[in-house]
C-alpha cells in the first residue's frame, strides 16, 4: 500500500510497488484521459531551494494534468527560509496548506528531516549530491518501455559520478534486479562514493569495472547513462573547468556502439553529449524527459490514494 507513504530513497518501495507505479504511469501514457479529473481538490506543493527545470515543470505539470493544483516556490530566497526558518517549521506549516510535498533542498538529508516532521507525504526531489529517487523512477519507466526489463543490462555510467544523485540512486535501484554489469566510466577525482561500492555494489555481488576512458568500452554497453559535471557542488572552480569536458559523446563515439544502445541523460546536459546526436534514433533523453511527467503523475496518485 503506497497511500500515506514518502520517497526520500529509490529503495523505500519494494520491487512490487515499483512495478505498480511503472504499470500507472503505463496506463496514463495509454489513456490519459481517464485520469485528468483524479486528482481535483488536491494540492501539491513544491518547495525548491535549489534550481530547477525539469523536475519541478514536470511535478506541476503531473498534479495539472491529474485535474489538482500546485502552490510553491522555486528560490528559497523569497521563502521565509532567508529569514531562518527550519525544514521542519516549514514543513509543518505547508502541511496545513497541501496534501504532497515535493522538496529539493541542497543539503544532503533535507528530505529526511522534512518527512520526519510531516503529516503528509514527502517526496524527495533531489537532496544535495545525495539521492534523486523521481530521476530514478523516470530512468527505470524509460528503460523498461524501450528495453521490457531492467535485467540482463550492462549499463554504463559516465561523468561525475562522485556528486551527480541521479547515479547514486540509479545504481541503488537497478542493483535489485537480476544479472546486471554496472561499468562505472569517471575521471579519478569523480568516482562514485565507497558507500555506494561497498554497500552497493559489492554487499549484492553486483559485477562492475570503474574505467576513464569511454571509447573502451562503449561497444560493450546496453544502456550509456550520461551526466553532468555537477559544478555547483565543486569546492574550487580550477577544478571544475579542468575536469568538466572530460567526456563528450558525439557521432565518432557512437560508430562503436551497439545499435540498440540507449542514450540517457538526466539533463541538463552542458557539453557531454554533442547536439549532433539529437536526431539519434539511440538518443532517448528527451522521451526520458517526458516519461518523467508521467511516472510522476503516477507516484502522487499512488501516494495521494486516489489510485489503487
Ligand atoms: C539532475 C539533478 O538535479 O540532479 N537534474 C534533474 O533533475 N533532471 C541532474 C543534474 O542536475 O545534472
Do not use: W
Not at 554487499?203 to 568500452?217: M, R, Y
Request: glycine letters at 6%.
Amino acid at each position: 500500500m503506497l497511500k500515506g507513504r514518502s520517497l526520500i530513497d529509490p529503495r523505500d518501495f519494494t520491487v512490487e510497488e515499483l512495478k505498480e507505479i511503472f504499470d500507472l504511469a503505463d496506463d496514463i501514457i495509454a489513456n490519459p484521459k481517464k485520469y485528468a479529473k483524479i486528482c481535483e481538490g488536491k494540492l501539491l506543493a513544491t518547495l525548491f531551494y535549489e534550481p530547477s527545470t525539469r523536475t519541478r515543470l514536470s511535478f506541476e505539470a503531473a498534479m495539472l494534468r491529474l485535474g489538482g493544483k500546485v502552490l510553491g516556490f522555486s528560490d528559497s530566497s523569497s521563502s521565509s527560509a532567508s529569514k531562518g526558518e527550519s525544514i521542519a517549521d516549514t514543513v509543518r506549516v505547508v502541511e496545513c496548506y497541501a496534501d504532497i510535498i515535493a522538496m529539493r533542498h541542497p543539503k544532503e538529508g533535507a528530505a529526511t528531516v522534512a518527512t520526519m516532521n510531516s503529516k503528509i507525504p514527502v517526496i524527495n526531489a533531489g537532496d544535495g549530491g545525495h539521492q534523486h529517487p523521481t530521476q530514478t523512477l523516470t530512468d527505470l519507466l524509460t528503460i523498461r518501455r524501450i528495453k521490457g526489463e531492467f535485467s540482463n543490462q550492462t549499463i554504463g555510467i559516465c561523468g561525475d559520478l562522485k556528486f551527480g544523485r541521479t547515479v547514486h540512486s540509479l545504481v541503488k535501484a537497478l542493483s535489485r534486479y537480476k544479472n546486471n554489469k554496472f561499468v562505472l566510466i569517471s575521471p579519478e577525482e569523480l568516482k562514485i562514493p565507497d558507500y555506494i561500492k561497498k554497500e552497493v555494489l559489492e554487499k549484492n555481488n553486483i559485477e562492475f569495472v570503474e574505467v576513464e576512458k569511454l571509447e573502451d568500452v562503449i561497444s560493450d554497453l546496453d544502456i550509456l547513462y550520461m551526466t553532468r559535471v555537477q559544478r555547483e557542488r565543486f569546492f574550487n572552480e580550477e577544478d571544475y573547468v579542468r575536469l568538466k569536458d572530460s567526456y563528450i559523446l558525439n557521432e565518432e563515439k557512437m560508430k562503436s556502439a551497439k545499435d540498440d544502445m540507449i542514450i540517457l541523460h538526466p539533463l541538463p546536459r552542458v557539453n557531454e553529449i554533442s547536439c549532433e546526436l539529437d536526431n539519434d534514433s539511440r538518443a532517448r533523453y528527451f522521451e526520458q524527459a517526458r516519461n518523467g511527467m508521467f511516472v510522476r503523475m503516477a507516484l502522487m496518485a499512488k501516494l495521494l490514494g486516489v489510485c489503487e
